[in-house]
């Protein structure tokens, strides 16, 4: 079992449920207490929803009434969001897929490609809903330096931090699924076994009969015409 592969799973899933979390919350820009009158009184909104609150405890919330009459920067992040989270849960699936203490998804070489697949898939789900949060994070700070702008003007909403907050756990993951490769393509050492010194007599023994080595005494060699 691979730590690294259990700790990039820990932050793609736990990103991948903050992405889920910003996407749903309504609370990309909140009304900022400098420029409303009533204090009491502050107005949040989201990428589906228009909501309403006061110090009571109570509020109202209203969705976009139609697709067209939406801004097109809340419609991009709307976009990006969604593919985000789309990409977070595939990157799961694929990452339960390629870790190696699972017993689906064939051979380590497979589990590899799988592995790096996922944080492959990682990396553009975070790389989605950071660019969707940066782009509305851009017009809300553009509409409050903005010294002409007459209308509503609004702050940073927690879902917007909370998004950069899952896209950086979901780049990060998929980084280390992406490094983990390295660890599956070890190949193991090959094992050589070891029968020990084989004996002087049983070398003998051994080539004694095959005729590669024949003991012969030495005084026999030699015979009378040799020294004609």
């Not at 207490?33 to 919330?61: E, P």
């Not at 907050?165 to 090959?190: E, Q, T």
Request: charged share 15%.
């Amino acid at each position: 079992m691979s730590r690294a592969q259990i700790s990039a799973l820990v932050f793609g899933v736990g990103g991948f449920g903050a992405l889920i979390a910003a996407t749903a919350s309504n609370e990309w820009k909140v009304t900022t207490r400098a420029s409303s009158v009533i204090t009491a009184t502050w107005v949040y909104q989201g990428l589906w929803m228009n909501c309403a609150g006061n110090a009571l405890g109570s509020f109202h919330c209203r969705p976009h009434f139609t697709i067209f009459k939406v801004e097109g920067y809340i419609q991009a992040c709307r976009g990006l969001m969604i593919a985000a989270v789309s990409l977070g849960f595939f990157g799961s699936i694929f990452a339960l897929f390629g870790m190696k203490c699972t017993k689906v998804g064939g051979s380590d070489k497979a589990k590899a490609k799988i592995a790096c697949l996922a944080g492959i898939v990682f990396i553009l789900s975070g790389l989605c809903s950071m660019t969707g949060c940066s782009l509305y994070a851009n017009k809300i700070t553009k509409e409050f330096f903005d010294p002409f702008f007459v209308e509503q003007k609004y702050e940073l909403g927690a879902a917007l931090f909370i998004g950069w907050a899952g896209a950086s756990l979901c780049i990060i993951g998929g980084v280390i699924f992406c490094f983990s490769i390295s660890d599956n393509n070890k190949a193991p050492r090959m094992g050589y076994p070891y029968n020990g010194a084989a004996s002087v007599m049983s070398s003998r023994t051994k080539y004694g009969g095959e005729g590669d080595f024949k003991t012969t005494n030495p005084s026999k060699q030699f015979d009378k015409n040799a020294y004609v």
